[in-house]
C-alpha cells in the first residue's frame, strides 16, 4: 500500500532552520515527482517546493526562495525540505505529495509552526 510519512516538524523560533523529511514506501519512488504543500489556519493548501523524479530540477514558491531548499534520496525513497531563516508566516501544516503518472499520493502532514 502507498504511503508517505512526514516528520521533522515542531516549534523554531524566527530565524531558525528546520529540517523535514518524508518517507516513501509501497511505489516506485525513484520515477514520482515529488512535492512540498503548506497549510496555514483559514487558508488553502499551497505548493511550497517541487522536485522531478531524478532530482534534477527543482522548482519553489516566491515566498520561500532563497531559503528553502528541496531535495531527494531515490536511495532512501526519501524527499527533504530543509528551511532556513524561518518566519512566523511559514506556519503551517507541511504535507509531501508524490505524483506518480496520473496518481497523487499523499502524506498525513507535519506541524511547523514558527514563534518567539
Known amino acids: 500500500q502507498e504511503k508517505l510519512v512526514e516528520s521533522g516538524g515542531g516549534l523554531v523560533q524566527p530565524g531558525g532552520s528546520l529540517r523535514l523529511s518524508c518517507a516513501a514506501s509501497g511505489f516506485t519512488f525513484s520515477i514520482a515527482a515529488m512535492a512540498w504543500y503548506r497549510q496555514a489556519p483559514g487558508k488553502e493548501r499551497e505548493l511550497v517546493a517541487t522536485?522531478?523524479?531524478?532530482?534534477?530540477?527543482?522548482n519553489y514558491a516566491d515566498s520561500v526562495k532563497g531559503r528553502f531548499t528541496i531535495s531527494r534520496d531515490n536511495a532512501k525513497n526519501t524527499v527533504y525540505l530543509q528551511m532556513n531563516s524561518l518566519k512566523p508566516e511559514d506556519t503551517a501544516v507541511y504535507y509531501c505529495?508524490?505524483?506518480?503518472?496520473?496518481?497523487?499520493?499523499w502524506g498525513q502532514g507535519t506541524q511547523v509552526t514558527v514563534s518567539s
Open positions: 505529495r508524490a505524483q506518480l503518472f496520473i496518481t497523487n499520493y
Open positions: 522536485i522531478t523524479s531524478a532530482g534534477k530540477t527543482t
